[in-house]
């Protein structure tokens, strides 16, 4: 593709996203590339990362369209994107708009008007409200004040940059330094994480699926955060474990491999696609102690394995804010009204997954949420529905758990941030039904 065609695949992606606001931007992209398979690895990495900077900065550009009062129209957005963040002239992006094959037509004289009158503005603009100055969308910031503070810029700062990819090795076909090998083998160099025993880290995207590590099913892609939920669950060899929210089943591999193989994992969902999905990740992993199990309506599941399990995991649905430097979509995806329906939800499913847990056993809460309403104050309204339930500082288990690291947190709950850890934001509350 020349330049001028990437432009115009960027544009109608950009297009394609604005159709669907609610559907992620990953499934969107997916059916997009498909659908046009005339584009090759090279140029659709090239027009992903034209539109998915758009879509990375979109707050800040959609504020600078409106302050002009113009629509922000797919062109438009990406014409400003390059502009603005990328250091475009008008006249280089007159001449990539040409009309010529494949190329997007010409700039209107309404666009070329707008387009000057942002020409030598700065992206972070002095006159941006808190919210687009940092990045964040309006709905979000109450939370986020209150969980960061005075920390709450760097914070942002470091939700805008890319993700590293964070890998778990498996620990039923290999060790973690195997993996590393394997991995360097195939031209792939990789780090330990330092938080997680079972975690490798790799600076930059790379297409890990495709190597014969991950056929294999010697590591699996996964955020050090969430590792570290599935090490705090302290799943052992013979327990009974339900992973409540299992989704694709990556904490239920993590879990399965602690355990050895050994006891029973059941990977509970409310989706027949997901646990389909995770059916196939289990075999390549080669985990044999777990089972899935479909929650429906009326399924009595619940109530005759009441009080029976060891542990109980619920990595409960939430807003994502905590994954928003990996999945920048998701901050213009989600809003107040989903915030507020996602906390109702949250509770009712602590609720049924509180009654499966023994005496004894363990509860653990988590999200990859920094919203407090998602977090500490689910724990906080739970624990006063339930004075069996206790807390179990986090501190206190990882000491146990992981004795050679310094535990990352000092708070009863786990609680990390992309700033200060280098994770995702996840957080994890680990909760003990008394005897």
């Known amino acids: 593709m020349t330049p001028a065609g990437r432009l115009q695949a960027a544009i109608d992606l950009l297009a394609a996203l604005d159709a669907a606001p609610r559907r992620p931007a990953d499934a969107i992209a997916t059916d997009f590339f498909r659908g046009r398979r005339y584009i090759g690895s090279g140029d659709r990495r090239a027009v992903s990362e034209l539109a998915w900077g758009a879509i990375r900065q979109r707050l800040r550009l959609d504020w600078h369209l409106a302050r002009i009062g113009t629509p922000p129209t797919p062109r438009l957005v990406l014409a400003a994107h390059l502009l603005l963040a990328e250091g475009w002239t008008l006249q280089k992006l007159g001449g990539h708009f040409t009309g010529d094959r494949f190329a997007?037509?010409?700039?209107?004289?309404?666009?070329?008007?707008?387009?000057?009158?942002?020409?030598?503005?700065?992206?972070?603009?002095?006159?941006?409200?808190?919210?687009?100055?940092?990045?964040?969308?309006?709905?979000?910031?109450?939370?986020?004040?209150?969980?960061?503070?005075?920390?709450?810029?760097?914070?942002?700062?470091?939700?805008?940059?890319?993700?590293?990819?964070?890998?778990?090795?498996?620990?039923?076909?290999?060790?973690?330094?195997?993996?590393?090998?394997?991995?360097?083998?195939?031209?792939?160099a990789a780090t330990p994480t330092p938080l997680s025993p079972w975690g490798l880290r790799i600076p930059e995207r790379k297409p890990v699926t495709g190597t014969a590590a991950f056929k294999e099913g010697l590591i699996e892609v996964q955020d050090e955060g969430s590792q570290l939920i599935a090490l705090l669950t302290d799943a052992r060899p013979g327990m009974r474990v339900a992973d409540y929210c299992a989704g694709a089943a990556g904490k239920t591999l993590a879990l399965a491999a602690a355990m050895d193989n050994r006891g029973h994992i059941v990977a509970c969902d409310v989706s027949a696609a997901r646990l389909e999905g995770a059916g196939r990740r289990l075999r390549r992993a080669g985990v044999s102690n777990a089972e899935r199990h479909l929650l429906e309506p009326g399924d009595k599941w619940r109530k005759r394995r009441g009080r029976s399990f060891d542990r109980v995991l619920v990595d409960a649905p939430c807003t994502g804010s905590g994954t928003w430097r990996r999945n920048p979509d998701a901050r213009l995806r989600t809003n107040a009204t989903d915030l507020a329906e996602l906390s109702a939800k949250q509770a009712v499913i602590l609720e049924e997954a509180s009654e499966l847990v023994r005496p004894g056993g363990r509860l653990v809460y988590a999200t990859c949420s920094l919203l407090p309403e998602e977090d500490e104050m689910q724990i906080e309204r739970f624990l006063g529905r339930h004075p069996d339930f206790v807390m179990r500082p986090v501190p206190a288990l990882w000491a146990e758990l992981c004795p050679a690291v310094v535990c990352p947190v000092e708070g009863e709950a786990l609680a990390l941030s992309p700033a200060r850890h280098g994770t995702d934001g996840f957080f994890a509350a680990v909760l003990e039904r008394r005897p």
């Open 104 to 188: 997007p037509s010409p700039l209107s004289p309404e666009e070329v008007s707008a387009l000057r009158r942002l020409s030598g503005a700065k992206l972070v603009d002095p006159e941006m409200p808190e919210g687009p100055r940092l990045n964040l969308p309006d709905w979000a910031l109450p939370g986020l004040r209150a969980r960061f503070g005075e920390k709450l810029a760097a914070e942002a700062a470091a939700m805008e940059a890319e993700a590293p990819l964070d890998l778990r090795a498996n620990l039923l076909r290999t060790s973690r330094e195997s993996a590393r090998l394997a991995l360097s083998g195939e031209d792939i």
